[in-house]
T-cell receptor, first 110, second 114 residues
């Protein structure tokens, strides 16, 4: 699976959009981009995933660049409860496991 | 909303003892997983399970570990002879299918080996 690179930490003001970047320059054509988050001491929580097209659900939007070498997770109106570690993971649809990096620690400030 | 549950939430055991961690995956899911997270470190994949057999396992999942689906609802992880370094949070997850499907995680069991 391709490796991902994320900033170790970010701050965002409550009510603003939080934009979390992820680089996956070695991604191959059959690899999906997944985003999970882990609120302190809880189990990881699925947020969103995509292959080529931008995706949106009730939690977030995922913007994937045309060359697929990077992506951005957007939390449109961040709240204090969105403070968590956010993980960008790349994997094929034939793999079972998720391979986790260190993620981005997002702190939402009032 | 359906969720993955795990018991116990915290297990303390002595080195060398056997422990069984229990999980109840989401009822219509077919694929099951165990991950662990040592305090302050990354989440690590242990094993995936489908159709009553292991489909993939990591190097961590050695002979001391085993998984079982003893009935239609439970999914267990057994550690035969615990070591101090087995102390970690253990997360169970399930997914509807393999492939581009999300995995849903339980709240975890904190295992402390003394």
């Amino acid at each position: 699976d391709a490796k991902t690179t994320q900033p170790p930490s970010m701050d965002c003001a409550e009510g603003r959009a939080a934009n979390l970047p992820c680089n996956h320059s070695t991604i191959s054509g059959n690899e999906y981009v997944y985003w999970y988050r882990q609120i302190h001491s809880q189990g990881p929580q699925y947020i969103i995933h995509g292959l080529k097209n931008n995706e949106t659900n009730e939690m977030a939007s995922l913007i994937i660049t045309e060359d697929r070498k990077s992506s951005t997770l957007i939390l449109p109106h961040a709240t204090l409860r969105d403070t968590a570690v956010y993980y960008c993971i790349v994997r094929t649809d034939s793999n079972y496991q998720l391979i986790w990096g260190a993620g981005t620690k997002l702190i939402i400030k009032p | 909303e359906p969720e993955v549950t795990q018991t116990p939430s915290h297990q303390v055991t002595q080195m060398g003892q056997e422990v069984i961690l229990r999980c109840v995956p989401i009822s219509n899911h077919l694929y099951f997983y165990w991950y662990r997270q040592i305090l302050g470190q990354k989440v690590e994949f242990l094993v995936s399970f489908y159709n009553n057999e292991i489909s993939e396992k990591s190097e961590i999942f050695d002979d001391q570990f085993s998984v079982e689906r003893p009935d239609g609802s439970n999914f267990t992880l057994k550690i035969r002879s615990t070591k101090l370094e087995d102390s970690a949070m253990y997360f169970c997850a399930s997914s509807l299918r393999q492939g581009a499907y999300e995995q849903y995680f339980g709240p975890g069991t904190r295992l402390t080996v003394t």
